[in-house]
């Protein structure tokens, strides 16, 4: 069995302890790779490596335009493993291979589309009076820890670091526990695109040994998190003990509202990717739909099509529309979720259950006639479960599709555009999907509203949160 390593100081470091994390194949719950697991020891070594590449000012003074180059190369090298590493990838967390390669060039057109704004990172001069020049700088923070979770192994990591590295942080990246061998492909391309040691370590170790150890670090100076609201609270006390920002985004129960004018199908390709993708492990998922009562029937037997039509199986066998969800512990909370619906009243129109056969796989689930008040309308499920409402005026659609905890996704569906910006206006979240779910790009901001977290990852907005401004005033008496 390979034994992966954890990538500290340039370094390709085993765990002192000897201790292992074994990684397994979700479809089959076979083991297939195990990789060193880091511990208080390796998280000093990476933290004390992030300081040291920080104070000896190696990328912070770097020309600005070689900073931008050193980005462009470390998004070719990225490009070069993403065949490799995206089936790694795919059989570690598995979900489909083009999605899982995808993953790695999505790492790559961040890094190239942040190079770009390296040199466009500009203080201001503030008029205060003739005597004093006054400016602004942005400056980078220091050390700078990422906590990823397991849905988008690779992604979440691109998108935190490209941004900590373009503004000049040094930075240590804690993978999952549950997906952490494909960052190991993609720190071999930041070891072949030759970074100075010390600028970005990526390790993996438990969340609540290494990770709590690594936020609670006095050497750490800023935290991005990704992941549970549970965990997040728990990072946000830790920062605010140390009185540090923290940038957490914290998953969702994001609604689509359906006019009765909307084109059904671009609802059943929004199903298809929105909530059965990735087996509905998204923070964004279309987990409810508001459906107008003049359109419900018709809308509920297309989805009870789409359903019956997904294959199930394996992300790395071709044609695979429902791939397996995480881990034994996530089958049985989804299934769990599942049946309490359908116990306090919701009809399984499809699905319900977990499939029979090996490896974690959870049926495609319709429930129809979820109430508001039901557990599948309030938590975050992270599974292929969607619960169809019925609302008979806007004000009510409005009213349900906002009626909870979370605040990252919302959709819209209608052909008239003028309602969806209506609509938009009044929706509590982050992002607001018109005809089809998922539109954003490595260039738009993303982030919660509420309960979903706060602060931007993506786009020139997230900048902002990884750096400090400092104010410079200059007496010309
Ligand atoms: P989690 O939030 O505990 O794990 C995410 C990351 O945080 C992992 O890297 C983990 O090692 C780390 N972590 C855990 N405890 C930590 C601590 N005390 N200090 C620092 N880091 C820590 O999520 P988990 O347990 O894997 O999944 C549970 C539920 O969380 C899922 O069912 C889903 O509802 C939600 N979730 C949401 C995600 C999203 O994208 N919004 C991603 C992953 C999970
Ligand atoms: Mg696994």
């Known amino acids: 069995m390979k034994l992966y390593k954890n990538y500290i100081d340039g370094k390709w470091l085993e765990s002192e302890s000897k201790e292992v994390i074994q990684v397994d194949d979700p479809a089959t719950a076979k083991i297939i790779g195990e990789i060193a697991c880091a511990k208080k020891i390796e998280v000093d070594l990476a933290v004390a490596a992030a300081k040291a590449s920080f104070n000896s000012r190696i990328l912070v003074d770097m ?61 201001k001069t503030i008029p205060v009076s003739s005597s004093v020049f006054d400016y602004t700088v942005l400056e980078p923070f220091g050390v700078s820890a990422h906590i990823v979770p397991w849905n988008f192994p690779l992604s ?34 930041i070891d072949n695109a030759e970074v100075p040691n010390g600028l970005i370590n990526i390790i993996c170790g438990y969340g609540n040994e290494a990770g709590a150890y690594l936020v609670a670090h006095p050497d750490v100076n800023h935290v991005v998190f990704t992941g549970s609201v549970d965990t997040g609270k728990k990072i946000l006390h830790s920062c605010a003990d140390k009185a540090i920002p923290a940038i957490v985004e914290l998953g969702g129960k994001s609604a689509g509202i359906v006019y009765p004018d909307a084109d059904l199908d671009q609802v059943i390709e929004s199903a298809r990717h929105g909530i059965f993708g990735v087996a509905g492990q998204i923070c964004t998922a279309m987990s409810r739909l508001v459906v107008h009562k003049s359109v419900k029937d018709e809308l509920v037997d297309k989805l009870v099509n789409l359903s019956k039509s997904l294959k199930v199986g394996p992300g790395y066998e071709e044609g695979s529309g429902l791939t397996p969800v995480i881990s034994e512990k996530q089958l049985e909370k989804v299934e769990g979720y599942a049946r309490s619906g359908i116990q306090q009243g919701a009809e399984a129109v499809h699905g319900g259950k977990r499939v029979e056969r090996d490896g974690y796989f959870m049926e495609a689930t319709v429930l129809n006639n979820v109430k508001p008040d039901m557990t599948v309308a309030r938590e975050e499920i992270f599974g292929p479960v969607l619960s169809i409402l019925e609302y008979d005026d806007q004000d009510e659609a409005i009213h349900i599709a906002n009626d909870t905890d979370f605040g990252l996704g919302a959709g819209v569906f209608t052909k008239d555009l003028k309602k969806a910006s209506w609509t938009a206006s009044k929706l509590e979240a982050g ?23 706060y602060s931007r990852e993506k786009g020139i907005d997230a900048l902002k949160a990884y750096v400090q401004i400092k104010n410079v005033g200059i007496s010309l008496d």
């Open 63 to 123: 020309p600005i335009l070689q900073r931008a180059k050193l980005m462009h190369r470390i998004a070719d090298e990225t490009r070069k493993v993403a065949e490799e590493g995206g089936k790694i990838l795919c059989y570690e967390n598995g979900k489909a291979l083009g999605s899982a390669i995808k993953e790695f060039n999505d790492v790559a057109d961040m890094f190239d589309y942040y190079a770009g704004l390296t040199d466009k990172l500009e203080g």
């Open 431 to 453: 992002q607001v999907y018109v005809n089809k779910w998922f539109t954003g790009s490595h260039a738009t901001p993303f982030g919660g509203y509420k309960q979903s977290g």
């Open 156 to 189: 979440m990591v691109g998108r935190s670091l490209a941004c900590s590295f373009a503004t000049g942080n040094s930075t240590i990246v804690k993978t999952a526990e549950l997906t952490p061998l494909s960052a190991t492909f993609f720190a071999k391309a």
